[in-house]
């Protein structure tokens, strides 16, 4: 079982609660006219969104059943809180953490760099595979992992090292969703990180909103592993409140886990903010989020692109910057070749 399997499960799940099966799509919710026109609030979305990553049926706005209500009772004693044990997530490789640090001091010069990545051979391989993509073809071949690390540049570097630690989280088998859910969580990450770079611009440091944008979402595959293990009986239906507080719960696991990743404060004020976004990083990761999530479902046809959010800006960003920002993510993810060197 490699490292990070363990955070999502490796083995065959438990028997537990059976959702429904992951599909190859999500279920269309097709939007009705003068709702897209109105706007959707942003929870509506949200839901949406829940239901697309896990191939999960549309439901009606109605009360939990009650078996709903005890599966959320047993999901908040194991994971609600602070009660989740975070001894059970795997710690980061000790050269991840120095290089999230190191990659904060701009004069850290490129053979300090070169000799902690060095330490860390899928990283070095995540680096020249980039370095050797399209968008930095050079004339001279790379002689070294110095030169690759120069040419690629301290914003880009930053990206790669924060993409080779959330990737394989995000890919692993999250328990009966299987890898559909976790591709789909990835695109949702690898979007909302660089619309959070976009919108932070003159608000946070943009390394710390990509970190913030990657890492929003990292604790629904751990709450998914949760209901799979642990829970017994099947939902046929699942309401609004019911994936309302599952997300609740997932999100309070997302920043259990960055504190235990010991991410930078700014992204641990950040994502602790999620409901209320008061700072300015804040209120970019929310924005962010919602702007991924809408631009990713509508690439699958599940929601209306130009679809209004409700509260999208977070009152800080105008309808003008987020058209904007969306537009900027259907030319970044126009195709599948994706490159790490784009951050102003």
Not at 28 to 36: D, G, K, M, S, V
């Amino acid at each position: 079982m490699s490292f990070w399997a363990k955070l999502f499960g490796g083995a065959a799940p438990a028997p537990g609660v059976r959702m429904a099966p992951t599909a190859t799509r999500a279920v269309p919710l097709p939007l009705e006219p003068e709702t897209a026109a109105q706007g959707l609030p942003a929870a509506a979305v949200e839901d949406r969104f829940f239901r697309f990553v896990f191939s999960l049926p549309a439901s009606a706005d109605i009360a939990p059943s009650e078996r709903e209500q005890q599966a959320l009772q047993r999901l908040d004693d194991i994971c609600g809180g602070d009660r989740y044990d975070v001894r059970s997530l795997p710690r980061m490789p000790t050269v991840l953490p120095q290089l999230l640090r190191a990659l904060k001091n701009d004069d850290l010069n490129g053979a300090k760099l070169a000799e902690l990545i060095g330490r860390d051979p899928v990283l070095v391989g995540e680096i020249m595979r980039v370095i050797g993509s399209v968008a930095y073809r050079v004339v001279q071949p790379i002689t070294s992992l110095q030169h690759a690390i120069v040419l690629l540049g301290q914003v880009g570097l930053r990206q790669v090292v924060s993409m080779h630690v959330m990737k394989p989280i995000l890919l692993a088998n999250a328990g009966m969703f299987g890898q559909v859910a976790g591709q789909r969580l990835w695109d949702h990450a690898e979007r909302c990180a660089h619309a959070a770079v976009y919108l932070s611009k003159g608000l946070c440091d943009p390394f710390e909103a990509h970190l913030a944008g990657l890492v929003s979402n990292t604790g629904i595959g751990a709450v998914a592993r949760a209901l799979d293990k642990e829970l017994s009986g099947a939902l046929a239906v699942y309401t609004p409140q019911f994936i309302a507080s599952v997300a609740r719960i997932a999100a309070e696991l997302t920043l259990q886990a960055a504190r235990y990743w010991e991410l930078p404060p700014n992204v641990l004020e950040a994502l602790a903010e999620r409901g209320t976004a008061t700072l300015p990083m804040s209120q970019v990761l929310h924005a962010a989020n919602l702007a991924a999530m809408v631009e990713l479902m509508s690439e699958h046809q599940t929601i209306e692109r130009d679809a209004v959010i409700e509260g999208e800006g977070a009152g800080r960003f105008t309808p003008l910057q987020l058209a904007r920002c969306r537009q900027d993510l259907r030319r970044q993810f126009a195709s599948n070749e994706q490159t790490y060197g784009n951050i102003q």
